[in-house]
């Protein structure tokens, strides 16, 4: 939330200010609106948030580098051998498209949560520690507007996070190597146009993939007093389950895990399209957010605010 919100929210405080004749005449709908705008124009500002950008955005440029020096920009065979990430990275001196797959084959299993986590985990801890929680609640926003706000701004941030690995994949793919129609997974080809709406899809799917564990995030930092605790807590909540996930013991519970499904995505890439994992992924994800969204709501609208 900006300074100004939180001094309006001051002022309110204060006995005998109330809330103000120009806040009363706005309606719900844009009270709601303009609070999200807030909060996605103030999270998107900080230098932290503008730091995790920058380290995604150099993800996809070391791979890049990385392949051309390996390679000479030599090209390779046709894809196959493997799924996800080997298998892209294989085709990105073919062409430079698929390094917009490879690079979020290699962040969404840890860059692309942690950043997200960062921000989810934050999202009220990190007010309540700031001690502006109470003056956000005093103004005219209500809990239940505020805890949204914070979800659609985590959400926001999933997308624009997912949108920079794939805009700067793109980008060093078509400096450094060579673009075209683009081989399938199945073995067809497709349009270089069509490659790239699947791209766009590609990510459109990433980012919805991270919205489960965005609503985590939102649930812990509904319990944490600290905005550091409860990034950590994400963190490591992350990485617990990661591990969980490659346990082969453990295997009757994988399909009920977060990341389970994250690298579905790569069925986009076929020839025809295999929706049934993306599906399950999207349902998964869907579930968490009911569970812990629920969960974070029924937290933040009994918490005491005014220790």
Same mark, same amino acid.
């Given at each position: 939330m900006s300074r100004a919100d939180v001094q309006d929210g001051a002022a309110a405080a204060e006995p005998g200010s109330g809330p103000g004749p120009v806040v009363k005449e706005r309606g719900r709908p844009l009270r709601t609106l303009g609070?999200?705008?807030?909060?996605?124009?103030?999270?998107?500002?900080?230098?932290?948030?503008?730091?995790?950008?920058?380290?995604?955005?150099?993800?996809?440029?070391?791979?890049?580098?990385?392949?051309?020096?390996?390679?000479?920009?030599?090209?390779? %065979?046709?894809?196959?051998? %493997?799924?996800?990430?080997?298998?892209?990275?294989?085709?990105?001196t073919n062409n430079g498209l698929f390094l917009v797959f490879a690079a979020l084959a290699a962040t969404l299993p840890v860059f692309l949560p942690m950043a997200v986590g960062v921000v989810a985990g934050d999202a009220i801890a990190g007010e309540a520690s700031a001690g502006t929680l109470r003056y956000l609640l005093v103004a005219p926003a209500g809990r239940t507007r505020l805890l949204l706000a914070k979800y659609v701004t985590a959400l926001?941030?999933?997308?624009?996070?997912?949108?920079?690995?794939?805009?700067?994949?793109?980008?060093? %793919?078509?400096?450094?190597?060579?673009?075209?129609?683009?081989?399938?997974?199945?073995?067809?080809?497709?349009?270089?146009?069509? %490659?790239?709406?699947?791209?766009?899809?590609?990510?459109?799917?990433?980012?919805?993939?991270?919205?489960?564990?965005?609503?985590?995030?939102?649930?812990?930092?509904?319990?944490?007093?600290?905005?550091?605790?409860?990034?950590?807590a994400t963190v490591g909540l992350l990485i617990t389950v990661q591990i969980l996930d490659t346990i082969p013991q453990l295997d009757e519970i994988h399909p009920y895990l977060f990341p389970h499904y994250w690298l579905s995505f790569s069925d986009l890439l076929r020839e025809p399209v295999f929706w049934d994992e993306v599906q399950k992924n999207l349902g998964l994800q869907a579930l968490y957010v009911a569970v812990f969204g629920s969960a974070a709501w029924a937290r933040f609208t009994t918490k005491d605010v005014t220790a």
């Open positions: 609070l999200f705008r807030s909060e996605l124009v103030t999270t998107l500002r900080r230098w932290r948030t503008l730091a995790l950008l920058g380290v995604l955005a150099a993800v996809p440029v070391l791979i890049g580098i990385a392949v051309k020096i390996e390679t000479g920009g030599d090209g390779g %065979g046709p894809p196959g051998g %493997g799924e996800g990430g080997p298998a892209f990275i294989s085709q990105v926001a941030f999933c997308l624009v996070a997912t949108l920079a690995v794939a805009a700067s994949a793109l980008a060093v %793919g078509a400096l450094l190597f060579p673009l075209g129609d683009v081989t399938t997974i199945s073995g067809t080809t497709i349009s270089f146009t069509d %490659g790239l709406v699947r791209a766009g899809l590609v990510a459109v799917v990433v980012a919805a993939s991270l919205a489960g564990f965005a609503a985590v995030g939102l649930f812990v930092s509904t319990l944490a007093g600290s905005g550091i605790a409860a990034m950590a």
